[in-house]
């Protein structure tokens, strides 16, 4: 089955504790990308990469690392993660880098930094 | 830059009866237009989508949405909702022509009422 898995769906974390969520589609897909959901915001991205070893900020990149050294995986990492980055994350796959691609997203994470 | 306005936060509406989602857009450009669906406690999937052709795009679960570029709107409407259509709807769009980025609207929440 075609999909993006997303590890793991629920995390409760402290000021500080670096982690890191992972993310893998099967699909072989070249692009790949991070969303976070926060209400009356709507998603918004983080970081995307059109390919592996290449990878760009989103609109809202600060707080976070991400990685693509193969095409499967995209982890996104929170080096000392605060309370502000509490929110629902979804990472999402595409084709191709073209932007009337479909995107399949991931079940997501949700995050709470106490 | 393109952007997207889902003037609706919420929109309750009775089963069987139809329902419009409004969409607002504006760019510069050529675009291309989504709606992802968020069911609860899962991650967004592709409703339909306008690249190019008839402005009139039908998609699942017999969801359809109509283009109009002198109203830069992509409604989403359906004739009869069913209590499963209880989810979360987003607009997204993109300005056409190799890598642009997707933009996602605030969401708009279906709730279905028996």
């Known amino acids: 089955e075609a999909q993006v898995t997303q590890n793991p769906r629920y995390l409760i974390t402290v000021t500080g504790k670096k982690l890191t969520v992972t993310c893998s589609q099967n699909m072989n897909h070249e692009y790949m990308s991070w969303y976070r959901q926060d209400p009356g915001l709507g998603l918004r991205q983080i970081y995307y990469s059109m390919n592996v070893e290449v990878t760009d900020k989103g609109d809202v990149p600060e707080g976070y690392k991400v990685s693509r050294k193969e095409k499967r995986n995209f982890p996104l990492i929170l080096e000392s993660p605060s309370p502000n980055q509490t929110s629902l994350y979804f990472c999402?796959?595409?084709?191709?880098?073209?932007?009337?691609?479909?995107?399949?997203f991931g079940q997501g994470t949700r995050l709470t930094v106490v | 830059a393109q952007s997207v306005t889902q003037l609706d936060s919420q929109v309750p509406v009775f089963e069987e009866a139809p329902v419009e989602l409004r969409c607002n857009y504006s760019s510069s450009v050529s675009v291309y237009l989504f709606w992802y669906v968020q069911y609860p406690n899962q991650g967004l999937q592709l409703l339909l989508k306008y690249l190019s052709g008839s402005t009139l795009v039908k998609g699942i679960n017999g969801f359809e949405a109509e283009f109009n570029k002198s109203q830069t709107s992509f409604h989403l409407r359906k004739p009869s909702v069913h209590i499963s259509d209880t989810a979360e709807y987003f607009c997204?769009?993109?300005?056409?022509?190799?890598?642009?980025?997707?933009?996602f609207g605030t969401g708009t929440k279906l709730q279905v009422i028996p």
């Open positions: 999402a796959s595409r084709e191709g880098w073209a932007s009337g691609t479909e995107a399949f």
């Open positions: 997204a769009v993109s300005d056409s022509g190799g890598y642009q980025k997707v933009t």
